[in-house]
């Protein structure tokens, strides 16, 4: 079974609006963090927002939030206010607190496009 | 903080010629680094992972007189494709993470290699 699934290959936005990017995880770890990354065509990974198991309250940073829903093993990505910078490939990660190699799972990714 | 340098950021050669890419921590010391490859339009897909002092742990399906990785210091992680063919040809990037990392560490990545091998 994967261990990240972004079911989304492609997703359009108008700028100014908010949208959700997709993300469902596959553990038995209890402790394990949820990473998203953000990719523009220039190819470099940037880190954007991080979930932990045990973390009560949705993270934020700035425009991104997660919607962390654990029983429902999700983990997805909410950009408000899009801008058209914010068009670019975004990954979700996931690494387990077991996995002493800290090896990251990756998804396929998700494309954005943010239309003016 | 936490800063990852790679170079070089795009190489072209011809085929048969071996290629060194580096990996540099800046501001901390690795431990522990990463390499993966990426294909156009594709996810990220571990080849190995890099650890100083020690022999890298390869993924399975990654030929490791291939791919040779070296991690000399705790700043340092070199990747080393030998021989390379056109089939090669792909985007590599190498990640690392802060030490004693706990699951709540990020990978820090460096900005990618473009590798085309004519």
């Known amino acids: 079974a994967q261990k990240i699934t972004q079911t989304q290959p492609g997703m359009f936005v108008q700028e100014k609006e908010a949208v959700t990017l997709d993300c469902t995880y596959d553990?038995?770890?209890?402790?394990?963090?949820l990473f998203w990354y953000k990719q523009p065509s220039s190819g470099e990974m940037i880190f954007l927002i991080y979930q932990g198991s045990y973390d009560e309250q949705n993270a934020t940073e700035g425009r991104y939030s997660l919607n962390f829903q654990k029983a429902r093993k999700s983990a997805n990505l909410v950009i408000s206010a899009s801008q058209l910078g914010d068009s670019a490939m975004y990954f979700c990660a996931m690494r387990e607190g077991s996995n002493t190699g800290n090896q990251f799972y990756f998804g396929t990714g998700t494309s954005l496009t943010v239309i003016p | 903080g936490a800063v990852v340098s790679q170079h070089p950021s795009w190489v072209i050669c011809k085929s048969g010629t071996s290629v060194k890419i580096e990996c540099r921590s800046l501001?901390?010391?690795?431990?522990?680094m990463f390499w993966y490859r990426q294909f156009p339009k594709q996810s990220l897909m571990l080849m190995a992972t890099?650890?100083?002092?020690?022999?890298?742990?390869?993924e399975q399906g990654v030929e490791k007189d291939k791919f040779l990785i070296n991690h000399a210091s705790l700043t340092l992680s070199t990747l080393t494709v030998t021989s390379a063919h056109p089939e090669d040809s792909s985007f590599y990037i190498c990640?690392?993470?802060?030490?004693?990392?706990?699951?709540?560490?990020?990978?820090?990545f460096g900005d990618g290699t473009r590798l085309s091998i004519l």
């Open positions: 890099s650890n100083e002092g020690s022999k890298a742990t390869y």
């Open positions: 501001d901390f010391q690795a431990t522990t």
């Open positions: 553990t038995s770890d209890q402790s394990y963090g």
């Open positions: 990640s690392a993470i802060l030490p004693g990392g706990t699951s709540n560490q990020p990978q820090h």
